[in-house]
């Protein structure tokens, strides 16, 4: 099985390759600086933070995905192989990824439009039937939701397509597309599982997130773990780090197994 099989060789290849949690320790810092804002009472900081931290991440991305491609394929990987893989497809993760996070919002809010229609419906129907207009707000959520999820699978592989096959942008998302309309069925499975277990990792993350803000665990939680920030913080890094080292591993191990059986089918642009 596809699924089983790329979680095995990301085991293999991190177990083999410790140089790839020095680039997990980076984007389980680097992820971080999101709390900036909580910790520092300056929106000013806190915007040049985040802005550093999605011009940063394409750069450590595309030498995470290199350096785990020779790992799982079991040649040599080195600092020097990971920074210039980095710089080589940097710019095209860069703007790969504004333009993956434009087609999610894009979506969201294109859709959310029709939710604002549905909803003047809705309000509508409640002076007729209540139960009735509380399931079609249910239903329009969930369906908003739902297709927001579709897009991001169908064009998750962007990244991969860009360092492992040297994707343009424009072909990268048409690969993407391509591999998960033949794949379907493995690549919805994969796709949960994987974001399943990544999540699992974030956990100390999410929690400090809480602690942070005005709303408290508590009030998310039946009971608060009562955790400081002094240790959630350090153990949000850690668990970040590894988890992303394991599962962008994973990630790249899966996508090979699935270009094995897909050979490339556009041209670039």
Known sequence: MVLVSAFKDGYAALRANPILFVAGLLV???????????????????????????????????GFIETARAAIEGTDTSVTQFLTAARTHYLRLLLGTVVFVFLVLGTAIGLGLVGFVLGIGSMALAAIHEMAAFAAGVGSLLVWLLSILVVIMFVQFYDVAIVIEDQSVTDSFRRSVALVRSNLKSVAGFSLVWVILLNAFFIPEYLLQLTLTDAGPADVLPIDPGIPVAVLLPIGIVLSAVGFAYFYTVYTAYYLRLIDASPVSTESV
Not at 34 to 60: K, R
Request: hydrophobic share 50%; net charge negative.
């Open 28 to 62: 389980g810092g680097g992820s971080q600086l999101q709390n900036v804002e909580h910790l520092i009472d300056s929106p000013l900081v806190s915007a040049g933070a985040s802005l550093a931290w999605l011009i940063v991440f394409p750069f450590v991305l595309g």
